[in-house]
């Protein structure tokens, strides 16, 4: 069974500052991973879908890496802004059906 | 991206009663859907798939006759929670997608449900 872990849980940074999320899968046999932004009591915000075949993808300030090797996806966010506060999912899709196994998410807080 | 329309965004209903979510795909059609539910603080937990024009697939320990699904036609999906009750007091959200060969998943905006 996928299990999807992403570390830290919570983090608080001041603005301007770069930094990384980390998402990490037992089973290396996915499709894409995706990494999606969740605001409180809202839905989610797809942010940046990585193929199993590709190594990164680039979306202006943010930035995700996929090593499918080792389990293990990196969300970098470049000049953080308070705009950027939110909950950080990774889900990786097994099958390639849109079926997705979401991680335990990491709550961002940028403060000015 | 796709669009995902999900509705209501916000529903109270009495213990006992059956609350009906509904999920749209605005300009694509979907043969696959997806309900997950979300718990205060925890991740999202996939419910279940619906397929269009047949049966739901369930994942293991949720009630299909508590969490109806019906998939009527390539664009819409709902959800009815029946005979609610407090615990079923969750966020409740679906996805879409173009299938494999775009491999992309589009979400709703989400149902917040709280039963009293």
């Known amino acids: 069974k996928q299990e999807v872990t992403q570390i830290p849980a919570a983090l608080s940074v001041p603005e301007g500052e770069n930094l990384v999320l980390n998402c990490s899968f037992t089973?290396?046999?996915?499709?894409?991973l995706q990494w999606f932004r969740q605001d409180p009591g809202k839905g989610l915000t797809s942010l940046l879908l990585?193929?199993?075949?590709?190594r990164e993808q680039t979306s202006g300030r943010l930035n995700a890496s996929l090593d499918k090797s080792s389990g293990r996806s990196t969300l970098y966010i470049a000049a953080s802004q308070p705009g950027d506060s939110a909950t950080y999912l990774c889900?990786?899709?097994?099958?390639?059906?849109?079926?997705?196994?979401f991680g335990t998410g990491t709550q961002l807080k940028v403060e000015l | 991206g796709a669009v995902v329309s999900q509705h209501p965004s916000r529903v109270i209903c009495k213990s006992g009663t059956s609350v009906k979510i509904e999920c749209r795909s605005l300009?694509?059609?979907?043969?696959?859907m997806f309900w997950y539910r979300q718990f205060p603080k925890q991740s999202l937990m996939l419910m279940a798939t619906?397929?269009?024009?047949?049966?739901?697939?369930?994942e293991q320990g949720v009630e299909k006759d508590k969490f109806l699904i019906n998939h009527a036609s390539l664009t819409l999906s709902t959800l009815t929670v029946t005979s609610a009750h407090p615990e079923d007091s969750s966020f409740y959200i679906c996805?879409?997608?173009?299938?494999?060969?775009?491999?992309?998943?589009?979400f709703g905006q989400g149902t917040r449900l709280t039963v009293v």
């Open positions: 990585i193929q199993s075949s590709q």
């Open positions: 089973d290396s046999a996915i499709y894409n």
């Open positions: 996805s879409a997608g173009q299938g494999a060969r775009f491999g992309e998943a589009f």
């Open positions: 889900a990786v899709n097994p099958g390639g059906g849109n079926k997705l196994t």
């Open positions: 619906s397929n269009e024009g047949s049966k739901a697939t369930y």
């Open positions: 300009d694509f059609q979907a043969t696959t």
